[in-house]
């Protein structure tokens, strides 16, 4: 039988902790706590002072599930039901990942290639794949062995301490510093600014799952969407009469299928199909649909 969930435990850059705050109150959602970053340094180290917390305060058996902020599950029966194929998985010392089921040659996600199955919805992973291009996304999709990396783990936290231990010493020990020496205050936890920050970045599948031999998939099928994009963002979002999202001050005619967030100032489009669009205080963006996993090469082309 799988437990209920606790409250959730929060790990955030500080100058986002108060926002996190109000927005759980603002739906009702009581949480743990909000763990503090100085700094980003990616999911690896994120979750090894979360797992340190939950350890010290229920034990080193406490299994947690671990959810990035910026996704979209409709579906949460399916969801419920994959979270308890993994904790029996968990329980019993794997390192679980949720590799949600492809309906498209994404190249905008990793994928994870399924070994054997070891249980009822639960398999062995044999590789994480980088993100593809569009002709190897499509022999992805047809072989039927592959599935989408979500980000969404779950496992023992001592199982999960023992593998950065044993394949990120140096994550493990620079996390274990930052977190015994932490302080709280009224906005919550604050990691020690000189341990964290001198912390490598890293991700829990680099630094982790694509060393142990522990590493197990769960497919989701529940219509997950991550929102890490102005493309998947639109996806979610409730649209008008000819298909387009509308966000701040702006003018739209003979336009559809299109984004267009305006922030600081009137947007007006004119004639365009499948377009993002979207104005900030410093700049103007504008790409297909279709492109919007590319933002970040013009990002580094402006800094350039």
């Given amino acids: 039988m799988t437990p209920a969930a606790g409250p959730p435990l929060v790990v955030c850059n500080h100058d986002s902790g108060e926002m996190v705050d109000e927005q759980a109150a603002a739906v009702g959602l009581e949480l743990r706590d909000i763990i503090l970053e100085p700094v980003g340094r990616n999911t690896a180290p994120a979750v090894a002072v979360a797992a340190q917390a939950i350890?010290?305060?229920?034990?080193?058996?406490?299994?947690?599930?671990?959810?990035?902020?910026?996704?979209?599950?409709?579906?949460?029966?399916?969801?419920?039901?994959?979270?308890?194929?993994?904790?029996?998985?968990?329980?019993?010392?794997?390192?679980?990942?949720?590799?949600i089921v492809p309906d498209g040659p994404e190249t905008g996600y990793g994928y994870i290639r399924k070994g054997a199955d070891v249980g009822p919805g639960c398999a062995s992973v044999d590789a994480f794949?980088?993100?593809?291009?569009?002709?190897?996304?499509?022999?992805?999709?047809?072989?039927?062995?592959?599935?989408?990396?979500?980000?969404?783990f779950m496992f023992r936290v001592s199982a999960y301490l023992q593998q950065l231990h044993t394949f990120a010493p140096d994550i493990f020990t620079a996390?274990?510093?930052?977190?015994?020496?932490?302080?709280?205050?009224?906005?919550?936890?604050h990691l020690d600014t000189q341990a964290f920050a001198g912390c490598r970045a890293d991700s829990i599948d680099y630094a982790?799952?694509?060393?142990?031999?522990?590493?197990?998939?769960?497919?989701?099928?529940?219509?997950w969407t991550d929102v890490g994009s102005w493309g998947s963002l639109y996806e979610t979002l409730p649209k008008d009469e000819n298909g387009n999202v509308l966000r701040g001050t702006n003018v739209v005619i003979d336009s559809k299928s299109c984004y267009v967030h305006a922030s600081h100032r009137l947007v007006a489009v004119l004639g365009v199909e499948d377009l993002v669009v979207v104005e900030t205080a410093d700049a103007v963006v504008v790409v297909h649909k279709d492109r919007t996993q590319d933002v970040k090469r013009l990002i580094d082309s402006a800094k350039s």
């Fill in 55 to 99: 350890a010290q305060e229920e034990g080193e058996d406490a299994i947690i599930l671990v959810t990035p902020a910026d996704h979209v599950i409709p579906d949460e029966a399916a969801l419920a039901d994959a979270v308890k194929v993994a904790y029996a998985a968990a329980t019993d010392g794997g390192l679980v990942t949720f590799g």
């Fill in 208 to 223: 982790v799952m694509e060393h142990t031999q522990n590493a197990l998939v769960v497919p989701l099928n529940a219509g």
């Fill in 129 to 152: 794949v980088e993100k593809p291009d569009r002709e190897t996304a499509e022999s992805y999709l047809r072989s039927g062995e592959y599935l989408w990396n979500s980000g969404m």
């Fill in 175 to 189: 996390c274990e510093r930052a977190w015994s020496s932490s302080t709280r205050d009224s906005k919550g936890i």
